[in-house]
């Protein structure tokens, strides 16, 4: 009987070590994964904000352009 309640209680702690161990490794992948959200997350917003940088330069080349033909259309022709 104290073998076996002996045994009993060394399985036992066996056990709760395993599941200390699978309860950090189950924390870090839900970190790494949180992580690698975040960095995916970045990525996209600076390649959009990189994307509207590009189209509001050249709005403003087009309308600058658009702008000094007519001004000097005006100075020209006036």
Same mark, same amino acid.
């Given at each position: 009987?104290?073998?076996? /309640?002996?045994?009993?209680?060394?399985?036992? !702690?066996?056990?709760?070590?395993?599941?200390?161990?699978? !309860?950090?490794? /189950?924390? #870090?992948?839900?970190?790494? !994964?949180? #992580?690698?959200?975040?960095?995916?997350? +970045?990525?996209?917003?600076?390649?959009?904000?990189?994307? +509207?940088? +590009?189209? +509001?330069?050249?709005?403003?080349?087009?309308?600058?352009? @658009?702008?000094?033909?007519?001004? /000097?259309? /005006?100075? @020209?022709?006036?």
């Amino acid at each position: 009987m104290r073998q076996s /309640l002996a045994q009993f209680e060394a399985a036992f !702690r066996e056990e709760a070590a395993e599941e200390r161990l699978r !309860r950090e490794r /189950l924390r #870090r992948e839900a970190a790494e !994964r949180s #992580r690698a959200r975040r960095h995916q997350k +970045v990525q996209k917003s600076g390649t959009m904000r990189f994307g +509207v940088l +590009v189209f +509001v330069i050249l709005a403003t080349t087009v309308i600058v352009t @658009i702008a000094m033909f007519q001004t /000097l259309s /005006l100075l @020209i022709g006036g």
